[in-house]
Each structure stands twice: as C-alpha cells, then as structure tokens.
C-alpha cells in the first residue's frame, strides 16, 4: 500500500524549474532511494514534503492529508521527519535536550518529563549517551549527523526524509550510519534517502528513483533502473556516479 | 522534593517576607525611601522579565517595550483619572489592552513569510513612535496636554501612598516572575528555545512556531502595561515625552542582557543590580556619569560575559555569597555609608568585580571544586545555558 | 486647500529629504555592506553639529568651511570604530547592543560638555541661516539647498564608487563572500575600515547642515530616530540611490502631512509608511524582492 502519493508536485525558483511535475509513490516500509545528478531536485523534494518550502503545485497524498498545502509543524504532527544534509541542532542546548524538544513536539504531544526518558532511550538507540549532557558544538560531524537522526526520530515519525545523511563521513563512519538506516529500518520506519554515493544507495533501497532537471526519468528495481539508458545519460552528462565511492 | 516544588516554595517565602517588609519599616519607623527604592526595583524587575518572555525566550530583539508599557500608563489615565473608573478596576483593563495590542503587532508582523529579526526590532521601535504621535494627536487620549493622576483614589485596605504601591508593585512582578519561571519548564518554554536556535528545523520538529510567539508577545506586552498601568500613579503628571520614550527600551534591554536573558532569573537580578546602580548615581549628582557607566557596562558585558551575570553567579555561588555578604557585614557593623541601600550598592559593586574575571583566568586562580555547586543538583531539565555556561 | 502653501510644502520637503539621505546613507552603508546596525551614526551626527557650533563659534570659522574639517576627522574615528568591531568580532545583534552603549556614552558626553540648555550658531558667525533664495515665490532656504546638494553628490559618488571603481568591486566582493574575496588578494579588513570611515564621514557632515540651521540639543537624536529608520529601509541597505529617493518621499509626505493635518502628525505619517514598507516591501522600495 502506498504511504505517500506526488502527482505532478512541481516547484520554481525564479526562472529555474527545479521540481517539474513529479509523480511518484512510496510504498509503506521500504527504504526508497532518490537519487539524480546535481541540481535534479532530490533535496528540493524533501524540502517540499517537509514544508520547507511552499510547492508552486501537485500534491503529496499521506493518508488524508496533503502535505504540499501543509504548515511544516502540521507535517511533523502527521508523522513525517526529516534530517538536514548540513546539520543543524539547536546550539544553545545540550545534546539531549536537542532530542528532548523534539520528543515534546513532533508526532505526539508529551510532557517535559516523559521527554527526557524518550531522550535517553533515542541517545542510546544512535549511541550518544556518552555525549548526551555536552554542549552540541564539542561533537563532531558524525556525531551531529547522529544526532539529526535521533531528534527526526524522536518525532515518533511513520515516514522518515533522510538527505544526505552519509555525505562528508569516512568509510568507517559510512559503514556504521548504514548499519543505524538498517537499525532504523528494523522498526517499521518508512524510508525515504537522498544519496550521492549509488552504490550505497543500490544495496540499501528497495526501489529506486531518479530524478533529472526536476524529472523523474525511471523508477524501479535499483540495479535494473541504474543500468537504465535514460539514466547512465543523464549521470554522463551531469556528474560521473560514483565518483567518490564507498 | 523536584526542583520545580523547591522553586515554588521559594516563590511563596518570598512573597510573604517580601509583603511583611512595609510593616516592619513601619515598626522600625525606618525611612519611607526603602519602600520607595524597592517598590521601583520591582517594576524593573517586571518590566525586564517580560521583556525576556519575548526577547530571551524566543530569539525576537523587541525595542517595544516602551510601547506596552506606555498602553499601561494611558489606559489607566484615561479609565481611573479621565473617567473616574475605581483604579483596580482600570488596572486589569491596561494589561489587557496592553496584551492586546501586542497580539495585533504579532498578527501581522509574524505572518510574513520574511520577517528577519532585525526588521522585527525595528518594527517594534516604530509601534512606539506611532503611539507617541497618536496619543498627542489624540484629545481623548492626551492631545498634547498630559493627564493628571494625583488625586486618584485608591482603596483603603492597600495603605498609604507608598504602601499601595509597594504592595501593587510586588504582586504584579511576583506574577510576572513566575509566569516567566513557569515558561521556562514548560513545553512552551523549550518550543520558544527552539525557535530561537533555529526556527525552521523547530518548526519542522513540529513546534506550532506562529502560536508560541503570539503567546509569548502577548505575555510581555500583558505584563508591561500591567506593570505601567500602576506607574501612571507613580509619574503623576503623564505626558507623551515622559511615557513613550526610549528609556524604558533602553533600561530593560540593558538589565536582561546583564543579567542574562538565558534564564528566567537573569532579567530578575540585572535589573536589581541596574537600578541599585543608576539610582545610587543619580542621588549622587552623577546622572551624566551614570549614563557613561551604563553605556560601558553594556559593552563589556556583550563583549566579556555573553551567558549573563547570573549564571556567573550561579557558576561562582561560593565566591559570590562570601563577598556579597561579607561586604554587607563589614559595610553596615563599621556603618561606614548613610543608608543600607549606599551598603547594598557597594557590595553588588564589589561583587560585580569578581563576576568580571573571565572564565579561563578565575578557574586558574580558583581550586575546581568551588566552581561546581554541590547541593545543587542539575534542574529536571538542565538551563539551555549552552556552551557559555561551562 | 492653498496650492501656494503645498507647494512650498512640497519643494522644503524635497530639499529636507537631501538632509534626511546624507543622516542616513552612513548607517545604511553599515548596515547593508558592513552588517553592523551602528546606532552610533545618530550620535556622530550629533557631535558633528556640536562641533560646528563650536567651532564656528569660538573661532568665527565659516560654517561651509566646517565640512573639510569635520570629513577627515570623522573619516579617522569611523575607522578607528571599525577597528574596534573588527577586534571584537561581533554579528549583526551584538553590533545593535554594542552601538547602543556607545550612543548612550556619547550622548550623555554631548551633554557633559555643552549641557542640555539649546544651542544655536550666533547670526553674525552663521549669515546663512536666515538666508533664502525665492524661486518662483517659493523660499528655499540656503543650507537646505546646499544639503540637497551635498546629498545627491554623495548618493551619486558613493554610487558611482561602488560600481565602477577597484574600491568599489572589492566592496561588492566582501559583501557577498569575505573568504574569497580574500583569496583574491583583497583585505576585508582594509576595506571595511575604509567603509566605516566613509559612513561615518557622512553623517558628521549631515551634521554640519543641520548646525547651520537648527536648534541644537542633545536629545534631538531622538526625533531622527524614526525618520532614519524610514530612509533605510525604505531606501533599501546599502543603496546610496535610495536612500536619496527614501529621503526624499519621507521629506515631502512629512511636509505635506504637516500642511494638510498640522505638524504633529508628520512623524505618523512617516512611520505608517515605514510600516507599511516593512510589510510589504522589506527590500525596499526601490528594490526588487528577491524571492
């Protein structure tokens, strides 16, 4: 059964169409990997379903509601999360308190005290605990990233919008963050990931699209569609896949 | 016991000692200027607070106290010494105006789609230049000819002049306080945190952003004509350039950021130490000086103690009881001053000193342990003291 | 409605608009290109004026003559002031605190020296203030002419300086990324100084003008507050243009209020169009916004 249904979701900067009538769905459960050159509108998509930005058209259909005519704490309430590509934690806090507010808003409605249990048990699942009570600006890169995905899933969220969540990490750390997607994964999670490297993406996702100048131009099983025509052009003519392996 | 109930408690100790003070000056037969000089500390201690509900809390640099504040003076003008309303009928009807008004500057300020925080400040600068020149364009408000309250009853059971006021005074900053306390440890407190680290990301986590602000606004625009509503009294003789001014802006600005506007206490012991300080320099004939030291202490301050006096405090609590009331011993057993409020400046004066030294510089000078306060266990949720604090 | 007293009203509102751009072009350079909303600007504005009358004063120094001394010397201190908030590192909030002590400081120096007693320049060490020319049958008084003049060859070289000089590009440069502008060989620092010292420059001189034909007191900052305001923002940050046109329709609209609602209601006026703008053009008016 479809968890999310775009038709024709379309967005404009200026004179630059970066969404250009996207359709597409995302089945409940699967990991779905959204994948394109630069400038395809992978992030632009997010940030439309997330209510970052406000869609010129289209809509987004999840369960009743459509997210495209959404406020962006309306969507959180619907179950939707989201991490950002570039970190970006509430620096006046700590790390758990990070988690905390989250847990208090998000999917449900909780108080302050049931917030900082839900926090321990979310610093624990990404394996902050030792860090929970630092400021955020001693953690490192990793660590912030870690913590996106700990505050998304505090949000108590059915869907989960993950943009570039392995971009800037080493190997190593790639190695662990695709073991915590899996872990996140095992828990009935929804999965949408936005992802440069195709080969991390391929073996992760249970589908697979791609999108080109704010087009989706194939859609399917992840090696079939990568070995698609259409797409090998289009990344040829962008950026070479792969370029920085994994 | 939780922190919250300790915190309470505290709350009702220092409500009732503090309403116990006009009867013991009476018994004592001490100076009616103590009551005076406290009754005037509590109203910056309100003012500064729910300036910080807005401003500290949720990030939004308001300049508009002035404004709110002003709706206080006028509102109780008109109704009590106009119209002749029973003054603690009007006075509920200035906070509410006061809130009002601060929710229609919300309604349409925060519902565009790009308001920066520095055009919001300067759209609150404006409301008060606005309000200016309505209220002197305006007969039925002042008309240029200024409202006098002298004269105005007020019930018999709130004691004389100074006593009414000390008690009115008292109760509207403890409500104030506590209000800005009970934000603090509340969802809507770290809703408004979060808006001000990042309002995008809060809003995305699913903080009702637009909700929280309105609130927050129309809590410090409520309290800031409540509080200017019982001033009116206090200034007399009201008039435009008197009321809508930017000392009030100024002064409240520069008590939370002394005091930290992190906290719920910070804008609670800025003000105290401001207005010990500018009061004592202006009795002292120094009111240019004052203006001097105030501007300077303002820079430092930005520049040196960016979390605020009061965790300073709190981070140094050993060092700053020890000298605080070290100095209060020493000042008033040698009676060295006139007047305890000479003895209580010098020793916040003496104290500030300590609180300057910078962090790195004072755990050198200090052994570890003093820096962390044993017997006081972290809150429920720690204060979003962030990196400054440590 | 008298047409004669409009027009009057229109062409003294013009010509004050010069005066308003030449009290604002200075914080608005700092704001737009520097990033720092320097509250100091009013009180450089005051000491300028202050200065003048002294000068002109104590020496019988011709007031026009004020400008070539007041320029370098404002010149120095906006540098130095740089200086200071390069040190220290400040962003855009904490600039808005720090520039308030020093107006406040400032201020109550002004008031130190010269009191709060009203000062004005005597006639026989100041023939201009009195003087007017008629054009038309409509009195232009000369050091509102002389200011509108001085505005618009400010507005129209600090224009022409930043789009077509070296100075001018590595502003530009700074503006939108200092790190590489750095890689380019260009000292942000250096710039930002020169910048500063400009800025500053130009509000010392504004008050020159306003000395020569104002009353002068150390609260008058207060009433600038608004009208400045409104030409920055109105104008668009950083844009020497519009802060002349800014200028301009903030002088005739307050000059057309006051004939039409009376005096008092000029600053109304005047602040309901600045709402106004920040609601619906927050570029302003002369920008387009960027969506």
């Known amino acids: ?246 | 016991m939780t922190t919250r109930n300790k915190t309470l408690i505290g709350f009702a100790i220092a409500a009732v000692v503090l309403g116990l003070v006009p009867n013991v000056v009476d018994v004592l037969n001490a100076p009616g200027f103590y009551l005076t000089f406290m009754f005037t500390m509590f109203f910056w201690i309100s003012q500064a607070s729910s300036w910080n509900i807005l401003t500290g809390y949720s990030g939004y640099f308001s300049f508009g106290q002035g404004a709110w504040f002003g709706i206080g003076v006028y509102t109780t003008g008109i109704l009590a010494a106009k119209n002749g309303w029973p003054f603690l009928v009007a006075l509920p009807v200035a906070g509410l105006v006061g809130g009002a008004a601060g929710l229609l500057l919300g309604l349409v300020v925060f519902r565009l789609r790009r308001l920066s925080g520095e055009i919001f400040a300067l759209t609150t600068l404006a409301v008060s230049f606005v309000l200016a020149s309505v209220a002197r364009l305006t007969s039925l408000i002042d008309g240029g000819r200024g409202i006098f309250m002298t004269g105005t009853p007020l019930p018999e059971f709130l004691g004389d002049f100074r006593t009414s006021m000390y008690r009115m005074t008292l109760v509207i900053a403890l409500l104030t306080v506590l209000t800005a306390y009970l934000i603090f440890e509340s969802r809507l407190g770290w809703g408004l945190f979060s808006i001000r680290d990042d309002e995008q990301v809060a809003r995305g986590l699913g903080v009702p952003t637009f909700r929280y602000k309105m609130i927050a606004l129309g809590t410090n625009a409520f309290f800031g004509a409540l509080m200017g509503g019982v001033w009116a009294l206090q200034i007399g003789f009201i008039t435009v350039e008197d009321v809508f001014n930017i000392r009030v802006p100024l002064l409240v600005i520069l008590m939370a950021v002394l005091g930290g506007m992190r906290h719920w206490m910070g804008p609670v012991v800025g003000a105290a130490i401001i207005y010990t300080l500018t009061d004592r320099l202006n009795s002292a004939g120094l009111a240019d000086l004052n203006q001097v030291i105030i501007g300077a202490l303002l820079i430092v301050l930005v520049l040196g103690v960016r979390e605020g006096i009061y965790l300073r405090i709190r981070a140094r609590w050993v060092a700053s009881a020890v000298i605080f009331f070290g100095a209060m011993a020493v000042l008033t057993v040698f009676d060295v001053t006139s007047s305890l409020i000479w003895d209580f400046s010098y020793a916040l004066l003496i104290t500030m000193v300590m609180l300057l030294i910078p962090t790195p510089l004072w755990e050198r000078l200090t052994p570890r342990r003093i820096a962390e306060p044993p017997g006081d266990p972290p809150p429920e949720l720690p204060v979003p003291s962030g990196k400054a604090s440590t | ?291």
């Open chain 1, 1 to 246: 059964m479809s968890l999310l249904v775009c038709k024709s979701v379309s967005k404009r900067f200026g004179g630059i169409r970066a969404l250009n009538g996207v359709s597409t769905s995302i089945e409940e459960h699967e990991i779905l990997g959204l994948v394109g050159p630069n400038g395809s509108g992978k992030s632009t998509l997010i940030n439309v379903l997330s209510g970052l930005y406000t869609a010129d058209d289209g809509e987004a259909q999840f369960g009743d509601l459509d997210l495209l005519r959404l406020a962006p704490e309306k969507i959180a309430a619907a179950g939707v999360a989201r991490t950002f590509q570039i970190p970006r934690p509430f620096d006046t806090m700590t790390v758990r308190e990070n988690v905390s507010v989250s847990y208090m808003f998000g999917h449900r409605r909780h108080s302050l005290e049931a917030a900082r249990d839900a926090a321990s048990e979310w610093l624990a699942f990404t394996g902050l605990e030792a860090a929970a009570d630092s400021p955020v600006d001693q953690l490192t890169l990793h660590q912030l990233k870690f913590l996106e995905l700990a505050r998304a899933l505090a949000t108590d969220p059915t869907l989960l919008l993950l943009d570039e969540v392995l971009a800037g990490l080493n190997p190593t750390e790639i190695e662990q963050s695709i073991e915590m997607i899996r872990k996140i994964h095992e828990r009935g999670i929804t999965l949408v990931i936005v992802e440069h490297l195709l080969r991390v993406v391929t073996s992760l996702s249970d589908r697979i699209v791609v999108l080109d100048q704010g087009s989706v131009i194939a859609a399917g099983d992840p090696t079939e569609v990568m070995a698609d025509p259409a797409v090998v052009a289009a990344y040829l003519g962008g950026r070479a896949p792969d370029a920085r392996g994994a």
């Open chain 3, 1 to 291: 409605m008298d047409v004669d007293l409009l027009a009057q009203a229109v062409v003294s509102g013009v010509l004050i608009g010069g005066l308003y751009a030449m009290m604002s072009i200075g914080l608005s350079l700092s704001w737009g290109a520097l990033k720092i909303i320097n509250l100091a600007h009013f009180t450089f504005i005051l000491i300028g004026a202050y200065l003048t009358y002294q000068l002109t004063t104590s020496f019988g120094i011709d007031p026009f003559l004020m400008i070539v001394i007041v320029f370098p010397l404002f010149f120095v201190a906006g540098a130095l002031l740089q200086l200071f908030f390069e040190w220290a590192k400040v962003d855009e909030f904490r600039s808005l605190l720090i520039s308030f002590g020093l107006f406040i400081i400032f201020t109550s120096l002004v008031r130190t020296v010269w009191t709060a007693d009203f000062r004005r320049i005597s006639s026989e060490d100041n023939p201009y203030a009195s003087a007017s020319i008629f054009v038309f049958g409509v009195a232009l008084q000369v050091p509102l002419i002389a200011a509108f003049i001085a505005a618009v060859v400010i507005a129209v070289g600090t224009s022409l300086a930043l789009s077509r000089t070296h100075f001018g590009r590595a502003v530009r440069a700074v503006v939108q990324d200092a790190e590489m502008a750095r890689a380019f060989g260009i000292d942000p620092r250096r710039v930002a100084v020169i910048l500063s010292g400009l800025a500053t420059a130009y509000s010392g001189l504004a008050g020159v003008f306003i000395a020569m034909f104002q009353v002068l007191s150390p609260t008058m900052t207060f009433a600038w507050f608004g009208i400045v305001f409104s030409v920055v923002i109105l104008g668009g940050l950083g844009s020497p243009y519009g802060a002349l046109g800014a200028g301009i329709i903030v002088g005739v609209v307050g000059g057309v209020a006051t004939v039409v609602w009376g005096p008092l209601s000029a600053p109304l006026v005047t602040f309901l169009l600045l709402i106004a703008a920040l609601l619906f053009r927050p570029a302003g008016l002369f920008r387009r916004s960027t969506a």
